[in-house]
Each structure stands twice: as structure tokens, then as C-alpha cells.
């Protein structure tokens, strides 16, 4: 019986990760026989889907179309297979997890301990960052990414969806007073990223049509978290994700703002976890759970 969910796979594996060579150890097994599967396809299928060349490895038009539908099949019969061995086999051992602090903080945090109760046999440890690191060099099982996912050649299953918000603590607004419109803005301190120019680019929509201000304040940080406990001071106006704000936002300590000018987008939160034949029970089962758990989203106000 010929086995077309692994020529489909392998074919999938060579375009995300540019080559036979950069696919072969993905999917555990050698050039030669991911090149093999890949011919084995286009020879059932009539028709060539990737034009190759010493340097480099095109999609044809007809490999466009088939990649495009191939990827969503892969992705879910991965997925598939994920849940039924997280479900059937014992999840034990050492899980590496990284994500954002604010996450791990906000969202994290507060139900890791009835993970923990359910897989008995787990042992956690958390890398707390905003910085994507290097999960093949740091061990990492499963990393918590927001936002557009640059690195096609992991798994990756989403979790649920953020948007940012504005806020600023009642004391900030006592003493400067309270923006009504966008272009107010530039007469308020705002605490800035320290790290992407991007972040400092708050977009809105006025009259219909897309505004950006270019904000700028006293203060600028790198880690989110640190940026939220400084608005909490009052030092100045923060624009965060939801995750990170609505349980400030429920307390009264932070004043949602412009509001009526959102132009925000939901940015995609996923699991994201390296792509292995086998993946140990472990790992299924926490990216399980976190769906479980945020499905609906606990942040939304």
C-alpha cells in the first residue's frame, strides 16, 4: 500500500525547510530517501512540484496549490496523532517550557499547579522571557510564541488570540489629564520598548481612516511585565495585550483608553514544539491542557 501521508509530509518538510538536506534529519531519515518520496509523489500525481536547482528550490504553480492544501493536512493528521498519544500514553520527565514573563505570570502561572496535579509524573521548568531563543540549543519542549510565527519548521497549535490595549493608572490621569484622541498622545508620557522601535507605533483608526503616532516618554523597557508595573506607578501611558492587562483592568489600578479608536488586530497565540516522529507523551499533554484552559480566552474583558 502506497503511504501518501509520508510523501505528503516529506514534501512539506522539504519546503518549509528549503532543501532535502535541512528536511532529512526533521523527519529522521536520510536525503537521498526524502528525495525519493518527493519524486514518488510527482510521479503518482503527474505533474512536477518543485523545480530544483544546485542553489536553490522553486514551487512550481501546481506545487503552490498542492503545498498550500498538503500543509493544512500534515498539520492537522499531526495534530491528531499528538492528542491521541498525549491521551494514551503516561506524560513523565523533565517539560522545558519558555515563554513571555507576562504570560507566564498572568496566564500561566495560576493553573500550572492543576497540570502538575494531573501528570504527577512531570517535572517543569519555565524560561520566562520576551526574547525568542534557540529552542534546539536551550532543550526547550514547547515555547508560548504572540504573534506571527517566523520559524516554519516546528509544529506549532494555536492556543487562542490577544489584542493590545491602552492604559495608564488613575494617579498618571489625575495629574496630566486624560487623552480623548489619538494625537493627544504626543503630549503624554508613554513607557516605550526598549528593544522594538515597532512597538512605539500605536496604530488607530480616525474618521476611517489608519492613524499611527509615533509615542515617546521617559522610561523605555524591554520585558512587557516591567512595562505594565511601571504604569502601575503612574509613570506613564502602556500599550500591552489584554493578557497582560485585564486583571489590573478589573482591580480599577489601570484606565483603559481610546477605545473607540482601536484599530488593533488579534495577534494568534500557539504551542509551538520541534517537529519529531515520536514526540514524547509530555508534550501533547501540556498543549492539550493549555488549549482546555484557554478556551474561551480567561483575558477577555
Known amino acids: 500500500m502506497i503511504d501518501h501521508a ?12 528549503n532543501g532535502f538536506s535541512a528536511a532529512a534529519p526533521v523527519l529522521g531519515l536520510s536525503p537521498s530517501a526524502v528525495s525519493k518520496l518527493v519524486t514518488r509523489l510527482e510521479t503518482r500525481l503527474g505533474v512536477r512540484l518543485l523545480q530544483r536547482t544546485t542553489r536553490a528550490l522553486h514551487l512550481t504553480q501546481e506545487g503552490e496549490v498542492f503545498y498550500a492544501a498538503a500543509k493544512r ?9 499528538n492528542q491521541i498519544v498525549g491521551e494514551s500514553g503516561t506524560p513523565s520527565g523533565v517539560l522545558r517550557v519558555t515563554t513571555s514573563l507576562a504570560f507566564a505570570t498572568h496566564q500561566l502561572a495560576p493553573v500550572l499547579s492543576e497540570f502538575l496535579a494531573r501528570y504527577p509524573l512531570v517535572q517543569f521548568e519555565l524560561l520566562p522571557t520576551d526574547r525568542v531563543i534557540d529552542m534546539v540549543d536551550e532543550g526547550i519542549d514547547v515555547a508560548l510564541r504572540i504573534g506571527r510565527l517566523a520559524d516554519t519548521s516546528f509544529m506549532a497549535r494555536k492556543i487562542g488570540e490577544d489584542k493590545r490595549l491602552i492604559c495608564a493608572a488613575p494617579s498618571y ?11 493627544d498622545l504626543r503630549r503624554h508620557s508613554c513607557i516605550v520598548s526598549r528593544d522594538n522601535a515597532y512597538l512605539n507605533r500605536w496604530s488607530f483608526k480616525v474618521d476611517g481612516e489608519i492613524v499611527e503616532i509615533d509615542v515617546r ?13 511601571l504604569a502601575l506607578q503612574g509613570i506613564g501611558i502602556v500599550r500591552l495585550t489584554r493578557l497582560t492587562l485585564t486583571q489590573a483592568i478589573r482591580d480599577g489600578t489601570l484606565v483603559p483608553l481610546l477605545g473607540a479608536f482601536s484599530a488593533e488586530e ?18 501533547p499533554a501540556f498543549v492539550n491542557f493549555l488549549i482546555e484552559k484557554f478556551t474561551p480566552p480567561p483575558w477577555e474583558i
Do not use: C
Open 6 to 17: 509520508s510523501e505528503m509530509a516529506a514534501f512539506v518538510r522539504v519546503v518549509d525547510s
Open 73 to 81: 493536512i500534515v498539520g492537522e493528521i499531526e495534530a491528531l496523532e
Open 173 to 183: 490621569l489625575a495629574r496630566h489629564g486624560t487623552p480623548q484622541r489619538p494625537e
Open 217 to 229: 516618554g521617559r522610561v523605555a523597557v524591554s520585558e512587557g511585565e516591567a512595562q505594565m508595573q
Open 266 to 283: 488579534a495577534v494568534s497565540i500557539h504551542a509551538v514544539y520541534p517537529h519529531r516522529r515520536h514526540l514524547a507523551p509530555k508534550v
